[in-house]
């Protein structure tokens, strides 16, 4: 039963700065993702959680109660690791044990928690294989089994399914969330995979260049991405450059010669000059009247199709096709394009923030 | 706590506590030389370095050890390459064992080589005597002839270790394109393969030679007349030609700026040439047919009666008949049977002094990797330095420098167990952290971070996880130091007496003596347990592929 505070972290490497200035809170039980590009910070935040890394400013706090300078090995954390970590001289058995043992748990009791462990990975029936006879899928379910035996305060994970292959990935992450259910700890979990984190996560952090861009639900990330770095980094989207036009009290886009678009309900009353128009490929549509556009091309995906076409101001929207045409559409096909409005972010050109009603104001 | 961002904890002592230790047991030492050689009583003085380039009688040593030691570094790749190429390119009958049958001849102590050959080809050998009795004479084996071929039939096997490894890393896809572009055999080796191992050779070269030019044994027992620096500080330190310390230590730096030369320069030419290789597919022997096919078996199994002749010879020996330490007909045990009191000494020494230097030698191995590649930082950076410098002292050297500096009060070592198992730690090292550290950065960062995140202390992490999962590697490096310790003869030459005498240093007292019977026999038994440590090596796992030097 563990919340965790963040208060004006601070890291630097030889000089270079990190992590500038991080404030986040994380729940007692929550499912919590760092997510981002390679290079943001993440792993660093999740290390100096840990501590692996050392703090220059700033306090971390358990419960309260700041832990900077608690080593690593007294802050009761079940930390999993991308490359599963393993003692490679221990079997399954062994390495699930060694916290137990290191806690000084009686023999017993040790063994009872570890066949159980085991169990809720479903990996009893390999208690006694050595690291290197394992698959990479079972060598990480050790792993899991043993950061949970302990019932540690935290568990902390560092993109521990991005050496599984695509399948086993899935099924995987639906593994680690059933057991941080059932054990309902606090977790912080790392990874650059957006998917993955929506899959698992109450909330998630997005982080760029060491500073956390938006937190909240993966819904709210998706639908209301706080600036164009989450929109364009969380799923894909097409981003329009437009002006905000003020007009008998409306406030209008043209999103092409003549197409006029309504905003006057989403956008914020400061909103004003050029903006950025987050349209992901879901909130288009072929229709029979619309935007007039030219197809570029189609990439038939089996379930849908993916359509890229050039809009009359020469930018370029892909958005997916449902469509059971016997024939795909080639490039110079004529097609008209139906936007949802509800489904538009805007953003300021120049800063890149949202100016959506309600959005950082 | 914390100094300049990085935790301070009990692993910053441990790198303080072996820095000082190194500082006081080998770089003192050395400064101790090092100050010998430019005083004399009156204080400084370049007397020592002045006597040297005065007389051709001393610098002419100098100069024969260059001309031998060139000459056997060119030999061994001669005569390496062509045997690593054929072992790797066609398929030789016995390919596996011959490569350890090349090994043990590595492995076996030095100077038993040129005891062998002069068995052999001296003046009263195997050889000799029968030429003579049909009426042949053969040239002398005494001299430069027979300290080059000692040391090349030594030094040969060295450096081909080094080829079969780095062979291993050419993918054979390299070899089909030049191939398809028309280039085979002789030019292929040539213009494709040496350029690619040209990193291995210099390396393997710069390590015969350090060999070659600092080798005390045999140019002692073979040169006679033909007299290498070794030879010459030898004596002078012992007394022979001058009670001049002062001379010897002279000599000594002089050694220590040519090997650290050498040294120097491989490192700036293998810097700037490093291929980064892994073999996908490595390369499959062809048959061989017709005469090709007998001209590479004479030559691969040519080499190999040659390497293995010597020891051959000194087993046979061992159980000759002798008369005043000289062979006469007859076989028996007498050699063993007379010699059993002081064959019980040397061997309980072999192994008390043994043992010890490697227990040692392994905990300070472990200790210092693990700070080079886990606490990387100024101090430890030093620390790494220093462990190389025996790299580029030779044994003689070390043992000078002991005795210089722990001969007189406060701390007297001089003759004490402790000084043997000092002198032979100190001289293992640099090999002993290189491949230890080569393991200890294979190994994962986070499996150290497991251990702790699951709460285990400093210690209990090192001990409970981090040693165990190395063992098998650290144990085959230690068989392999163990190997070179008790055959190791130059660095503790200075430093025994006979309570500290060990079965090599036995061996040459016995040489030295003229009792070639009890010589052979000691060799027949320090041969056996050389051959034990190998065979219980390539029986651990994946020791056979740890044999470095």
Redesign the interface.
């Known amino acids: 039963m563990t919340t965790i505070a963040l208060h004006a972290l601070r890291k630097e490497y030889a000089g270079q700065v990190a992590i500038p200035d991080l404030n986040l809170e994380i729940a007692d039980g929550e499912f919590f993702t760092l997510l981002g590009p390679s290079g943001c910070g993440k792993t660093t935040l999740l290390r100096m959680i840990a501590g692996f890394n050392s703090i220059e400013a700033g306090t971390i706090s358990f419960d309260g109660t700041v832990i900077n300078d608690r080593p690593a090995s007294e802050r009761n954390i079940g930390m999993v690791f991308q490359n599963y970590a393993l003692f490679p001289q221990m079997t399954a058995a062994k390495n699930v044990g060694f916290g137990l043992q290191t806690r000084k748990i009686a023999r017993a009791e040790a063994e009872r928690r570890v066949g159980e462990a085991l169990e809720s990975v479903r990996m009893s029936h390999l208690k006694d294989r050595l690291p290197g006879q394992m698959s990479g899928g079972q060598q990480q379910r050790v792993a899991l089994a043993r950061a949970l035996v302990i019932q540690p305060a935290l568990l902390l994970m560092d993109e521990p399914l991005s050496n599984l292959d695509a399948k086993l990935r899935v099924e995987m992450r639906d593994t680690i969330r059933q057991a941080q259910r059932a054990a309902g700890i606090t977790t912080v979990y790392v990874t650059h995979d957006q998917e993955e984190a929506m899959a698992v996560s109450d909330r998630i952090a997005v982080m760029n260049l060491g500073v956390v861009q938006q937190v909240g639900s993966p819904a709210e990330i998706y639908r209301h991405p706080a600036n164009r770095f989450v929109a364009e980094f969380i799923g894909k989207t097409n981003i329009l450059e437009r002006d905000l036009v003020r007009q008998d009290g409306r406030t209008l886009v043209e999103l092409s010669a003549g197409q006029r678009l309504d905003v006057t309900d989403l956008v914020g009353p400061s909103a004003t000059g050029k903006v950025h128009i987050s349209v992901r490929p879901e909130a288009v549509k072929a229709a029979s009247s619309g935007l007039a556009a030219e197809v570029v091309d189609e990439t038939f995906l089996g379930s849908h199709s993916q359509v890229r076409a050039r809009l009359e101001s020469g930018d370029i929207i892909e958005f997916l096709e449902f469509s059971r045409r016997s024939a795909l559409w080639t490039q110079g096909d004529r097609v008209f394009l139906e936007v949802d409005t509800d489904q538009l972010t805007l953003f300021d050109a120049a800063s890149g923030v949202s100016v959506m009603r309600g959005a950082g104001d | 706590m ?1 100094i300049g ?3 301070v904890d009990g692993w910053t002592s441990v790198a303080l506590l072996l820095t000082a230790g190194y500082l006081f047991m080998v770089v003192w030492p050395l400064i101790t030389v090092l100050i010998s050689s430019v005083t004399n009583a009156d204080g400084f003085s370049l007397d020592g370095f002045a006597t040297f380039f005065s007389s051709r009688l001393y610098y002419g040593t100098l100069f024969n050890s260059i001309v031998v030691t060139v000459c056997v570094t060119v030999l061994t790749f001669i005569i390496a390459f062509p045997l690593a190429y054929f072992m790797t390119m066609f398929r030789i009958p016995g390919n596996r064992t011959i490569q350890v049958l090349i090994l043990a001849s590595m492995m076996s102590p030095p100077f038993i080589g040129a005891y062998s050959w002069i068995l052999l080809l001296g003046n009263n050998g195997l050889i000799t005597r029968w030429l003579k009795d049909i009426g042949l004479e053969v040239p002398s084996i005494y001299g430069f002839a027979g300290i080059v071929l000692v040391l090349t039939l030594q030094l040969v096997p060295l450096i081909f270790t080094y080829l079969m490894g780095a062979w291993r890393t050419i993918d054979v896809s390299l070899l089909e394109a030049a191939e398809s572009m028309g280039m085979t055999g002789w030019r292929r080796a040539l213009k494709v393969i040496m350029p690619l191992l040209l990193p291995t050779v210099l390396g393997g070269s710069l390590l015969v030679f350090v060999r070659a030019f600092a080798d005390f044994g045999t140019p002692m027992l073979i040169g006679q007349g033909y007299r290498t620096i070794p030879v010459l500080i030898y004596s002078s330190f012992i007394g022979e030609v001058s009670v001049d310390h002062s001379f010897a230590a002279a000599v000594a730096v002089i050694v220590i700026a040519v090997t650290l030369g050498v040294f120097l320069l491989q490192r700036y030419i293998v810097d700037r040439r490093t291929f980064a290789m892994t073999a996908m597919r490595a390369i499959e022997p062809t048959r061989l047919k017709g005469w090709k096919g007998w001209g590479v078996y004479a030559y691969v199994y040519g080499f190999l009666i040659l390497a293995l002749a010597p020891l051959v010879v000194v087993v046979i020996s061992s159980f000759r008949n002798t008369l005043y330490g000289q062979f006469v007909e007859g076989f028996s045990f007498r050699n063993y049977v007379s010699a059993q009191r002081d064959i019980v000494r040397y061997i309980t020494n072999t192994f008390s002094i043994g043992v010890t230097a490697l227990v040692l030698l392994v905990i300070v191995a472990v200790l210092v990797s693990y700070l080079t590649v886990r606490r990387k930082s100024a101090l430890t950076g030093a620390l790494d330095t220093m462990t190389m410098v025996p790299y580029v002292v030779p044994g003689l050297i070390i043992g000078i420098a002991l005795i210089t500096a722990f001969s007189q009060p406060p701390l007297v070592l001089t003759g004490t167990f402790a000084v043997m198992v000092l002198a032979l730690a100190i001289r293992r090292l640099p090999y002993a952290v290189r491949s230890t550290t080569a393991l200890m950065y294979q190994f ?1 960062p ?2 150290e ?9 400093k210690i ?1 992490t090192l001990v ?2 981090i040693v ?2 190395l ?1 098998p590697g650290i144990l085959s490096g230690a068989v392999l130091s163990w190997v070179t310790i008790i055959t190791e003869l130059s660095t503790t030459l200075f430093l025994y007496n006979t309570s500290t005498q060990t079965l090599s240093l036995g061996i040459y007292a016995q040489v030295i003596r003229g009792q070639l019977g009890t010589a052979a026999a000691l060799s027949t038994i320090l041969l056996l347990l050389t051959m034990l440590s190998l065979f219980l090596l390539m029986r651990m796992s994946g020791g056979g592929k740890e044999i470095r030097i």
């Open positions: 914390k961002g990085k935790p994962s986070s499996i971070e497991a251990a702790v995140s699951l709460g285990a202390s209990r409970q996880v165990p999962a063992a």
